[in-house]
C-alpha cells in the first residue's frame, strides 16, 4: 500500500468498512502528531474497562483525560533520573542472566533467543515494576513468567479478539470475550496488593514503578484516587511493551551481531575498553554513552522496528494539505483513522539507502541527519512509546554484560535469510532466533574474575 502513488503525501483507503488515511511524508506525520496533536490524540481502541481492566485501564488504551491524567502520572517514571536509579536493578538481572548463560552445559548452548530473552526481560519487570525478585532462567516456570507469557501472547488469535475489540465490540461484550482472563488478572491484582501491603507494613520503599504509583496516592485530588487495580494496569504496561517488544528487538540485534562477526568485534572492543576505564564496574554514564552499540541497537530498530505502523484517530474535522500539486486539500472527518506506516518509511531507500542491509555506520553520519526525519521504531509526539528509555536501557545493559562474557554465533537452526512469520503484533522470524552461546576465549580480567 505504502508504493502505491508513491509522489503523494498520503493515500486513502478501507479497513474492512472502516476509512483511513495513510500518511506516508515525514513531514506530514509531524504536522499531525505533534503539531496538530489535539485533533489526532488518541489510539484505536483496544480492551474494555469493565471487562478487561487491565487492558482497558492502562496507558496504552485510555482516552482524553484519562490518557492526560495517567500520562502525567507515570512520566516521572520513565524520567533519566529514574533510569539511573534503575540501572543497578536491571543490571542485576543481565548479570545473572549472562553467568548462566556462560556456565551452560557445552550440549546445552544451541538456543531460541526469543524464548531466552522474554525471560530476562521478565526478570527485569519484575524487579523494576512490581519490586519482586525472580529468576526464569533457573526457575524457567515460575507463576510471575507463566502468566505474563499467558497475558502476553499476542498470537493471531488475540488479534482476531482485539480486530473484533474495534469492529464489533457489541458482540464482544455479549459472549464476554477477554483478552486477559480472570485467573490471570487475579493473579497480578493480588500480587501488587499484597506487595504494598507488606511495604506499608514494614516501611519498605524501592526505586520501581509500583513505589511511584503509591507514593502519587496520597497526592491525589479526591474522586482521583488511584484503587489497587489502577497501579496493577500501569504496571502491567511493563508487562506489554517489555515480554514482547523489548524481546524481540533483543532476538533481531542479536541475530544481526552473530551473522556479522565484524560488529560483534567492534562491540566486544568497545565492551572490553569501558571493563577496562571503569575497572569492571560499568556506570549508567559508561553503558549509555557507548556510540557504537548505540548505533547496533538503533540500526536493529530501523531494520527491525518494535511497531510495523501507529495509529492515530481524528477527534475533530480537520484540513489536511493537498496531497499532490494541484490536487485540493482534504478534509478528515471525525472518527477517521490515520495509520503511520513505520515499516515502510524505514525501509524506503530515499530516506535510508540499501534498507535491507545491517549498516550501523548510517548512525554517524551527521550529513544524513535529515533522512531520521523517517525515523521513529517507538512512535513520535505526546503519544510515543512512554517506555522507550526503559526498554533500551535494558537493552544496552543486557548486551553489555552477554557480549562481555560470551560469543555469539550462527548455528544450524541459524535463519540464513530473513523471513518474517505471520500474525501478531510484532515481528518474528520464522523458525524462530537460534543461535549458539559459547564462552569468550578473550574476555576481559574483571569479568573472568567474577565466573
Known sequence: MYNVHSDAKYIGAFDFTRLIV????????????????????????????????????????????????????????????????????????????????????????????????????????????????????????????????????????????????????????????????????????????????????????????????????????????????????????????????????????????????????????????????????PSYEAINGMKYLNAVINEALRKYPVQLMTDRICVKDFELPSTLPNVKPYLVKEGTILFIPIYALQHDPKYFPEPDKFKPERFFDKGDQHNFNAYYPFGLGPRMCIGNRFALLETRIMLFHLLARCQLKPCEKTSTSVKFQKGGFSMRMEGGFWLSIVPRENAHPTVVKTN
Open 22 to 281: 495513510v500518511i506516508r511524508d515525514p513531514e506530514l506525520i509531524k504536522f499531525v502528531t505533534i503539531k496538530h496533536f489535539d485533533a489526532f490524540p488518541d489510539h484505536l481502541f483496544f480492551g474494555n474497562e469493565t471487562q478487561d481492566p487491565l487492558f482497558g485501564t492502562n496507558l496504552l488504551a485510555l482516552r482524553g483525560d484519562k490518557w492526560r491524567d495517567i500520562r502525567t502520572l507515570l512520566s516521572p517514571a520513565f524520567t533519566a533520573s529514574k533510569m539511573r536509579t534503575m540501572f543497578q536493578l536491571i543490571s542485576e538481572c543481565a548479570v545473572n542472566f549472562s553467568e548462566y548463560l556462560l556456565n551452560v552445559p557445552s550440549d546445552k548452548r544451541v538456543m531460541e533467543m526469543k524464548d531466552i530473552f522474554t525471560r530476562y526481560s521478565n526478570d527485569v519487570i519484575a524487579s523494576c515494576a512490581f519490586g519482586i525478585d525472580v529468576d526464569s532462567m533457573r526457575n524457567p516456570e515460575n507463576d510471575f513468567y507463566m502468566f505474563g507469557k499467558k497475558a502476553t501472547n499476542f498470537g493471531m488469535f488475540a488479534l482476531i479478539k482485539i480486530l473484533m475489540y474495534q469492529h464489533i465490540p457489541s458482540l464482544i461484550r455479549l459472549l464476554n470475550i477477554k483478552l486477559i482472563d480472570d485467573r490471570t488478572n487475579a493473579f497480578f491484582v493480588n500480587l501488587v496488593a499484597d506487595t504494598i501491603r507488606i511495604r506499608e507494613e514494614k516501611g519498605i520503599t524501592r526505586p520501581d514503578v509500583i513505589q511511584l504509583l503509591m507514593d502519587s496516592r496520597s497526592k491525589r485530588e479526591p474522586g482521583r484516587e488511584l484503587t489497587i487495580l489502577n497501579i496493577t494496569s500501569q504496571a502491567f504496561i511493563f508487562f506489554i511493551a517489555g515480554f514482547e517488544s523489548s524481546s524481540t528487538l533483543m532476538s533481531f540485534v542479536v541475530h544481526e551481531i552473530a551473522i556479522n562477526p565484524d560488529i560483534q568485534e567492534k562491540l566486544q572492543n568497545e565492551i572490553d575498553k569501558i571493563l577496562e576505564d571503569t575497572n569492571g564496574k
